[in-house]
């Protein structure tokens, strides 16, 4: 059962990759150019011999775009199934459909939204090289904390359904969800290390991107995931049920 729940979800993310590498070349890959060219402007200006390239722009923005969102998809796919197995049955009546779509919408909320709102995506060209272990650390303790945070919350507001029903539960969730993650990040310290002269178009357009391509991804396993387990479901149930006597 689980087995097949693992391959269901490393295949759906691998669609639901396929669809971000879409939204990415669409929508991410130009605000990148813009963020190089800014780079390579800044250079010239300051007499610096612009960087060797190691692998080409062009490959980068295709070949390896595509390796890379397939591999991160497929990924939060699988580890996506697992978390549904865990969870299932324990959350009440809920069906593949709606349990997959809550399921992507806190890994969405805990795993992306949450982290950027504290320290969002930043384009090439933003930010110090000699600081991008301290960012990177500071951007997991963040992760990390948002899903504690929100897997404790879930357990919460099981344990309150049957005192104070289901819709005032997830409430009472949720509000302590929001003021706990608000102090971790009033806690943590901020990383402001944009360029003074850098386009706030292109920042601002490369955040929506990031988040646009999280979302894309996300809903896609979510989705997907939900639809092909319920379908799976219901199969197993007619081929389960005995035929009547005539």
């Excluded at 879409?22 to 250079?43: M, N, S, T, W």
């Excluded at 009440?92 to 795993?111: D, K, N, S, T, V």
């Excluded at 955040?207 to 479901?233: C, H, K, N, P, Y």
Aim: glycine share 12%; hydrophobic share 55%.
């Amino acid at each position: 059962m689980v087995g097949s729940l693992i391959l269901r979800g490393l295949i759906v993310g691998l669609v639901a990759g396929l669809l971000a590498f879409g939204c990415a070349k669409l929508i991410g890959e130009p605000q990148v150019d813009k963020a190089i060219a800014y780079e390579a402007q800044r250079d010239a200006a300051k007499g610096e011999a612009p960087s060797e390239e190691i692998v080409s722009r062009e490959v980068q923005s295709s070949l390896g775009l595509l390796a890379g969102v397939l591999v991160y998809g497929t990924a939060v796919g699988g580890l996506f199934a697992l978390a549904f197995a865990f969870v299932s049955g324990r959350v009440g009546r809920i069906g593949p459909r709606g349990l997959a779509a809550l399921l992507a919408l806190a890994g969405f909320l805990a795993i992306v939204l949450v982290p950027q709102l504290k320290y969002p995506a930043n384009p090439p060209s933003v930010g110090d090289p000699e600081t991008i272990g301290h960012r990177t650390a500071l951007f997991f303790i963040m992760m990390a904390a948002s899903i504690a945070t929100m897997v404790g919350m879930v357990n919460l507001s099981l344990r309150l359904k049957r005192r104070l029903g289901a819709w005032n539960a997830a409430l009472v969730a949720a509000g302590l969800f929001i003021l706990i993650i608000a102090g971790v990040q009033l806690l943590l310290p901020d990383v402001n290390e944009i360029p003074d002269d850098f386009p706030a178009v292109v920042l601002w357009r490369f955040r929506e991107a990031s988040l646009a391509i999280q979302l894309v991804l996300w809903a896609g396993i979510g989705l997907g995931f939900g639809w092909l387990t319920e379908r799976s479901a219901s199969g197993q149930f007619r081929f389960s049920t005995p035929a009547r006597a005539h």
